[in-house]
């Protein structure tokens, strides 16, 4: 069965760099927020290549490679990593190798965002539950994001010139709001040394002023910018200014969701109807009313008993494994396989749809036309009854 492919496309008179449009696409999905164990990001290219048109895939195969250069797209943004373990060879007749042979071939960048965009608000997770017309209740993993809070006294009158040169290096951004900060008024004092050039006060006394306390979140990779953004716009010989670790859970963000379900559907009829779903395999008890269930999308099997234990019913995911469907049943938790592409195939269309606004609002002209593809595995008719 075939599954529509989304592409997105953007033009302006000057052509945005690979750089600028990774910046854009992690404002969608954090890189802080990928696993240790996983290779989001570049896969293929050449950061200060120009991108004006760019193609969305899960995956990225010779087939999805020629795809995007058929179409004219100088970046193929998947979700799942093209290097993902470290590779012994570039055999161009064989494995990543000939994936990467053919994009440099076609002057085509590979980009993904795999576990970054499985743990963003309203990603991969949430696109399913829309797609299943769930209401969320929360992640089934929340995820921190970690930031650095930088506090840092300005004389009174001069905040702006330091908030603005602290933004401009990427602080004070928080979810979908910018150019966040606090402050507060307070009182300073110091003693000038004999040799120094005090903004205020006099070489060898003490001063004293009338100082705010200003604080802005900072994204952890952007902290040695934003003390250098801190020394260049500060008046002072000498700012005063810390960073201090601080965990921020998002609301939505994390792996997976806890739902609930409208227990007037029968869930395997509602599943069986979506020919997206043809064939879906389960374990465990075959439910009945289902109130509340769990939905990790991908390969999610691992998570059975924390989602059982939070009171799930029924978690739907995919690449279940045999051990995985005994352990359900042992739960008594329903483990509903529904494919790992299937799964993740709503996340893909978000992903397109969220990057064309962006990049609308970013002053670009934005579009996405759908082509085909079929997910990695074929399904067999079912013509037995459920």
């Known amino acids: 069965m075939k599954r529509p492919q989304f592409w997105g496309e953007f033009r302006r008179a000057d052509s945005m760099k690979l750089k600028d449009l990774a910046a854009l696409v992690h404002r969608l999905a954090p890189p802080d927020l990928a696993s240790d164990w996983d290779n989001s990001g570049l896969q293929v290219g050449d950061w200060d290549q120009p991108v004006t048109r760019v193609g969305l895939a899960l995956d990225a195969t010779l087939a999805t490679v020629a795809q995007a250069q058929a179409a004219g797209c100088d970046l193929l943004l998947t979700h799942h990593p093209l290097i993902f373990r470290p590779l012994k060879s570039l055999d161009r007749h064989s494995g990543p190798g000939a994936v990467i042979w053919a994009a440099q071939a076609a002057g085509l960048a590979v980009f993904a965002l795999h576990t970054n965009w499985d743990q963003a ?3 991969v997770a949430g ?11 929360r992640p089934l993993v929340p995820a921190a994001r970690e930031f650095y809070k930088l506090v840092v006294f300005v004389p009174v009158g001069h905040e702006d010139q330091v908030k603005a040169a602290l933004f401009a290096a990427g602080a004070g ?6 150019r966040t900060w606090f402050a507060a008024p307070g009182e300073g004092g110091f003693q000038v040394p004999a040799g120094g050039q005090p903004f205020i006060g006099r070489p060898g006394e003490e001063a004293r002023a009338r100082e705010s306390r200003l604080e802005v979140l900072v994204p952890a990779a952007r902290v040695e910018e934003a003390a250098l953004a801190v020394r260049q716009a500060h008046p002072y010989e000498e700012p005063a200014f810390e960073f201090q670790a601080v965990k921020i859970f998002p609301p939505g963000q994390g792996l997976g969701l806890l739902a609930r379900w409208d227990p007037a559907r029968d869930l395997f009829e509602e599943l069986g109807r979506r020919p997206e779903f043809a064939g879906f395999k389960w374990a465990g008890p075959r439910p009945g009313r289902v ?6 999308p991908g390969s999610g099997g691992s998570y059975a008993a924390l989602a059982r234990r939070l009171g799930a019913e029924a978690f739907l ?5 045999y051990h995985q469907a005994l352990e359900a049943e042992a739960l008594g938790l329903t483990l509903v396989d529904l494919g790992h592409f299937e799964t993740e195939w709503p ?13 609308a609002r970013a002053g670009f002209e934005a579009a996405c036309q759908v ?6 595995w074929r399904r067999a008719p079912d013509k037995g009854a459920l």
């Open 121 to 123: 608000a309203g990603g």
């Open 127 to 137: 696109a399913l539950a829309d797609h299943l017309e769930l209401t969320v209740d």
């Open 173 to 178: 951004v928080l979810g979908d709001y910018e």
């Open 291 to 296: 109130e509340r269930l769990a939905l990790l």
């Open 317 to 321: 995911t995919g690449d279940a494994s």
């Open 347 to 359: 996340g893909l269309k978000r992903l397109a749809e969220r990057l064309a606004a962006l990049l």
């Open 371 to 376: 082509l085909d593809q079929d997910p990695a």
